[in-house]
């Protein structure tokens, strides 16, 4: 270890009680996308405290930080965080679990966001470097576009960066270790949903004058799996996954439904092989409902653009990761990811890189994935 590596990590460990109790806080008091008025005050609080200039309300909640080095430089990097939980209820065990109900972090970004503050503090109060650092907390990425709706208010006109970096745990990676590629990282995503009508009908006396929607939606499900296996070429990357089921009344089992709804994702990274699954996922739709004498409406929408890397700032990402954590422990060639990061919007308007760090694993080789109710962004041996 280096001298400068071992004083920067025994200067890092100084904050780390408030640190912890900082991330716990906002693992309590979870708040869904463009809802995360309470994390953004606390951000906002932490950063002036420290020091930090603030402005707050971009994209609603979203709050940035500029700090100023003290050599002389007019390049500009952003560090960005996202603020947001998910609709997910906590499974029982932590003492600092989520006390709101059905809402959780579930993907680690309360992590994230005080991992950045704690960067924050640091530069605030050693400003040794040349030209200016915006940290950045992003509302709303899950789903719901925050980091778009962050540009579209101006973000990089009124915070101009040469550069911008992101960052996410990952499950199952060890503690301590990086990992990132050049070029397409992450796959582009989008949600579909797909609305059968038929007449319904009485599931005892009157099934052979119905039309039944479930049928088709039953045919639907098996069909799509075929968009991959049959219509993507085998070298290409693609997911098509049915999240969601919706018909009739449980209270009424003898009821054939009139309408049957399904929702689903869709994951890939070229641009032809996005089109082909938004007209074959329609067409699809159409032909399983008339096969039943139903109709079909298909709603096929493009949420995050693939997350795109770039060269030199990919580079710039790995000498960091390797002074910190050494060669061996970083991974420049990491595969694809078919998870999505609204993150891409920004790397589309700027320069810039993305990486995932290591959240390691249980003593017995377990760990717990994103957005599932036993997840907690605490790191493990």
Partial sequence: ???????????????????????????????????????????????????????????????????????????????????????????????????????????????????????????????????????????????????????????????????????????????????TRKGPFMAASDTWVVTFRGTGGHGGAGAHAATDPTLAVGGFIGAIQTIVSRNVRATEVAVVSVGHIAAGDRNAPNVIPSEAIVCGTARSYSPAVRDLMERRLKALAEACAGTYGCSAEADYRRLFPTLVTHADETDVSLAAARAVVGERAVIAEAPLLTGSEDFAFMLEAKQGSFIMIGNGVEPDGSYHYVHTPEYDSTTRS
């Avoid at 708040?31 to 309300?57: N, S, Y």
């Avoid at 950045?116 to 050693?126: C, M, N, T």
């Avoid at 778009?148 to 006109?157: S, V």
Wanted: proline fraction near 5%; hydrophobic fraction near 40%.
């Fill in 1 to 179: 270890m280096t001298a400068a590596r071992a004083r920067l990590i025994e200067e890092l460990r100084a904050y780390e009680p408030e640190l912890i109790a900082i991330r716990r806080d906002i693992h309590r008091h979870p708040e869904t996308g463009f809802e995360e008025i309470r994390t953004a005050k606390l951000v906002a609080d932490k950063l002036r405290a420290w020091g930090v200039e603030v402005a707050e309300g971009i994209a609603k909640t979203g709050v940035v930080g500029t700090i100023r080095g003290s050599r002389p430089g007019q390049r500009a990097i952003g560090l960005r965080a996202d603020l947001d939980a998910l609709n997910i209820k906590e499974a029982h065990g932590r003492d600092y679990r989520s006390t709101v109900p059905g809402k959780m972090h579930a993907c680690g970004h309360d992590g994230h966001t005080t991992m950045l503050l704690g960067a924050a503090r640091h530069l605030a109060e050693k400003p040794d470097f040349a030209g200016t650092v915006h940290v950045i907390f992003q509302p709303a990425e899950e789903g719901m576009g925050g980091g778009k709706a962050m540009i579209d208010e101006g973000l990089f006109e009124r915070f101009p960066v040469d550069a911008i970096y992101g960052m996410h745990n990952a499950p199952g990676m060890p503690v301590g270790m990086f990992a």
